[in-house]
Nanobody, 120 residues
Framework: QVQLVESGGGLVQAGGSLTLSCAASGSIFSTGVMGWVRQAPGKQRELVARITSGGNTRYQDSVKGRFTISRDNAKNTVYLQMNSLKPEDTAVYYC??????????????WGQGTQVTVSS
């Protein structure tokens, strides 16, 4: 059984930093793709960043250079380091996992979400 548990959200001023963590149980962590998805009120979900089991990363254009996704295989944990935060980064951030997702809709496992609020 796969479980994803996020932590690290909160309130931060614009320009500040936060680090989100996602602790994963189950084999998906070592064999699949881990992603961070966010959803702001009234907006569609968007894939912010993802990392493969081999460590390859991909980012949404709006966060490139500001966000970094990483993983600690010994701890079965994936991180999202967020720097230079902007008010438009405000959203609920979800950790997600799947074997070989090609779209956001193909992520099979989801965490409960953690709120990130960036004040101006």
């Amino acid at each position: 059984q796969v479980q994803l548990v996020e932590s690290g959200g909160g309130l931060v001023q614009a320009g500040g930093s936060l680090t989100l963590s996602c602790a994963a149980s189950g084999s998906i962590f070592s064999t699949g793709v881990m992603g961070w998805v966010r959803q702001a009120p009234g907006k569609q979900r968007e894939l912010v960043a993802r990392i493969t089991s081999g460590g390859n990363t991909r980012y949404q254009d709006s966060v490139k250079g500001r966000f970094t996704i990483s993983r600690d295989n010994a701890k079965n944990t994936v991180y999202l380091q967020m720097n230079s935060l902007k008010p438009e980064d405000t959203a609920v951030y979800y950790c997600a996992a799947a074997k070989r997702p090609t779209t956001i809709n193909e992520y099979d496992y989801w965490g409960q979400g953690t709120q990130v609020t960036v004040s101006s």
